[in-house]
């Protein structure tokens, strides 16, 4: 199972759909906000159709539960409240869970791998993708022996994520009722401090984390899926793979179940970092966000000041 992790808005979904699309891989989109969204509230799955009414997720409900019910998504809702919260990282950190705890996270993580398990069965695929992103959730599948948990941690600039969370977006799948969360840029500035260093403890505890810089994948992103086939040891893949040149990707339908509204998209994309950023940032917010995010910020190698070009996947540094 590969677990796309970082803090939202850093390219993650860009990333699942490019790796969805190769042989083998089962895209799931945030399976964390598929028991709310999804299974309680049917909203849309990737391919269009109402939760309820798209196949895969209804055989894959039929395969891990003998189906999907409100009960279990209210139970799985009510364990994330209980044990999956960023403020438990220490406890889920620690070398022994205290029974109760380790009760719970057993159970809550037995729900995933069923789905996992499931997943790979329907799309006969060997590696299914999960990208909810947060690492409270990766912090508990470490505990969970039968997965085997692999994590392609993205990091992008800080100030391109500060930006991209103050802008106003709609939910497609919520058909245009609700919008996207915002925050301002101190705000989403703490939060990737907080979430990519726990992805650094994650590694250090010795979850295989493979480290993407967003802004590397899309100038060279042939290389950064080489990089990443061969961490999840997919087979070997014709250079470059037919789907994708260094300028764009094909993508197919998926059945994302939750995530940003580009899991709706298909055919041809163009891939070009979008640092609308540096035009549109406004400049004391550009600094704050610098001052604060300072120590992580040089550590995956970009720079305060003038921005640096991004280095392409495989080259030195
Ligand atoms: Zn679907």
Redesign the pocket.
């Known amino acids: 199972m590969l677990f796309l992790g970082g803090l939202g808005r850093s390219g993650t979904t860009l990333i699942e759909r490019i790796l969805g699309e190769l042989p083998g891989v089962c895209g799931l989109g945030e399976v964390v906000h598929l028991w709310r969204r999804d299974v309680l509230d049917d909203e849309r799955?990737?391919?269009g159709?109402r939760f309820s009414r798209?196949a895969?997720?209804r055989e894959v409900g039929i395969e891990a539960f003998g189906g999907w019910n409100a009960d279990l998504a209210l139970r799985v809702i009510g364990l994330r409240d209980a044990i999956e919260r960023t403020r438990y990282l220490p406890e889920l950190a620690a070398p022994r869970l205290r029974t109760v705890r380790a009760r719970l996270v057993a159970e809550y993580t037995e729900a995933y791998l069923r789905i996992y398990r499931a997943a790979a069965t329907v799309a006969d695929a060997s590696v299914v993708v999960d990208s909810s992103k947060h690492a409270s959730l990766a912090f508990c599948l470490r505990w969970q022996r039968d997965v085997d948990l692999r994590v392609v941690h993205v990091v992008r600039d800080p100030r391109g994520v500060a930006y991209s969370w103050t802008r106003t977006r709609v939910r497609p799948e919520a058909d245009g009722s609700a919008e996207m969360t915002r925050y301002p840029p101190a705000r989403s500035a703490l939060l990737w401090n907080a979430h990519n260093a726990a992805f650094g403890v994650l590694e250090r505890l010795g979850t295989p984390v493979h480290r993407v810089r967003y802004e590397q994948f899309v100038a060279a992103p042939a290389a950064a899926v080489e990089e990443i086939r061969r961490f999840a040891d997919l087979p070997p893949q014709p250079r470059p793979p037919e789907f994708l040149t260094d300028r764009g990707a094909r993508l197919g339908r998926c059945?994302s179940a939750a995530g940003n509204p580009m899991r709706f998209l298909t055919g041809d994309i163009e891939l070009r970092c979008d640092d609308a950023w540096r035009a549109e940032l406004p400049a004391p917010s550009r600094r704050l966000v610098g001052a604060l995010t300072a120590p992580l910020l040089g550590a995956y190698g970009y720079s305060l000041g003038t921005v640096r070009r991004p280095v392409p996947a495989g080259a030195s540094r």
């Open positions: 799955c990737g391919c159709e798209c895969f997720w059945h």
